[in-house]
């Protein structure tokens, strides 16, 4: 499920369809449906409780400089933070890059807490 999911959300990133950024849960959500699964909410931060509540992920330990190790169709869900009050998620292409509504470099310092979700 991990490389479809990755191939998804770098489709719906590239084609705009969820936005060119500012849409991060958009993006993540619309490749997440393709697999039959659904995120609920306004912002980014929220789908962190729901992903650990799906059978289909598992939620595991990465220290910050570890993240673009991540292999493909991992979620990354940041917490909010002054600034930026609903957070950011994005999908690993397993590439050292991220995708959500754009396609870019995978974060490692947005300013607050993240949590990392693997796919079963």
């Known amino acids: 499920m991990g490389n479809r999911l990755a191939s ?6 590239r084609s705009g369809v969820a936005g060119s ?5 958009r993006g993540v959500r619309m490749a997440l449906e393709r697999q039959g699964m659904s995120l609920n ?3 980014a931060y929220m789908a962190a409780d729901q992903l650990a509540l799906n ?7 990465v220290p910050r400089e570890q993240l673009r190790s ?3 169709g ?4 940041w917490d909010r933070k002054p600034g ?3 957070g950011h998620i994005s999908i690993a292409l397993g590439n050292g890059r991220e995708a959500s509504d754009v396609v870019r470099n995978q974060i490692t310092g947005y300013g607050s807490r993240h949590r ?3 796919p079963r």
């Open 8 to 13: 998804d959300a770098l489709q719906i990133a």
């Open 21 to 25: 950024g500012g849409n991060c849960k």
């Open 41 to 43: 909410g306004v912002s």
């Open 55 to 61: 059978p289909r992920f598992r939620e595991v330990q």
């Open 70 to 72: 991540l292999p493909p």
């Open 74 to 77: 991992a979620i990354v869900v």
């Open 84 to 86: 930026k009050p609903h």
């Open 116 to 118: 990392v979700f693997l």
